[in-house]
T-cell receptor, first 113, second 113 residues
Framework: ETGVTQTPRHLVMGMTNKKSLKCEQH?????MYWYKQSAKKPLELMFV???????ENNSVPSRFSPECPNSSHLFLHLHTLQPEDSALYLC????????????FGPGTRLTVL | AQSVTQPDIHITVSEGASLELRCNYS??????LFWYVQSPGQGLQLLLK????DTLVQGIKGFEAEFKRSQSSFNLRKPSVHWSDAAEYFC???????????WGAGTKLIIKP
């Protein structure tokens, strides 16, 4: 595998379910990101991890819980989501947290029923 | 507050015609500027970036962009579009002490045969 991979690519869940999104980067980067992409809206940064330490949490609801066990893996744990959480969730990585190019995965298309 | 505006939600051009996508930003100092492209079902890919120096920046796939400080703009251009350029294009600004990326809402490019 190369670049940034995300699984699953598609996920349908009910509001009472618990699921997790997985991201893996094969680039040797030190920073990883979760973004939410909704139609016709700017990308919304959810979480940033640098060297496995969370450095930003942009007031994301607590029903989203990130986990970064090492610099190559990033998870987003989901529980009791709402229909408005349906979106494309993108993972990205960069060499460091500074003004570097971010490399994106293909995303997970999440539908909350 | 920092912001990025892409005034055109979608643009339609004929194959072989020239293209210009607009991006305006609001930031007190000179930011870092990026253009990304997202093909259907894919993550975002960096087209080009401006950090400093020559204000005309060359990118991949024949794209270029020009930074105009007086107009707070970073417009993306291509002299002759190909059908494979049909995608959504995002402008982003890296600003602040942590260079967090601020994103525009995107412009969808439609190519007429």
């Amino acid at each position: 595998e190369t670049g940034v991979t995300q699984t699953p690519r598609h996920l349908v869940m009910g509001m009472t379910n618990k699921k997790s999104l997985k991201c893996e980067q094969h680039l040797g980067h030190n920073a990883m990101y979760w973004y939410k992409q909704s139609a016709k809206k700017p990308l919304e940064l959810m979480f940033v991890y640098s060297l496995e330490e969370r450095v930003e949490n942009n007031s994301v609801p607590s029903r989203f819980s990130p986990e970064c066990p090492n610099s190559s893996h990033l998870f987003l744990h989901l529980h009791t989501l709402q229909p408005e959480d349906s979106a494309l969730y993108l993972c990205a990585s960069s060499q460091d947290r500074g003004a570097n190019e971010q490399f994106f995965g293909p995303g997970t298309r999440l539908t909350v029923l | 507050a920092q912001s990025v505006t892409q005034p055109d939600i979608h643009i339609t051009v004929s194959e072989g015609a020239s293209l210009e996508l607009r991006c305006n930003y609001s930031y007190g100092a000179t930011p870092y500027l990026f253009w990304y492209v997202q093909s259907p079902g894919q993550g975002l890919q960096l087209l080009l970036k401006y950090f400093s120096g020559d204000t005309l920046v060359q990118g991949i796939k024949g794209f270029e962009a020009e930074f105009k400080r007086s107009q707070s703009s970073f417009n993306l251009r291509k002299p002759s579009v190909h059908w494979s350029d049909a995608a959504e294009y995002f402008c982003a600004v890296g600003a602040g002490s942590n260079y967090q990326l601020i994103w525009g809402a995107g412009t969808k490019l439609i190519i007429k045969p």
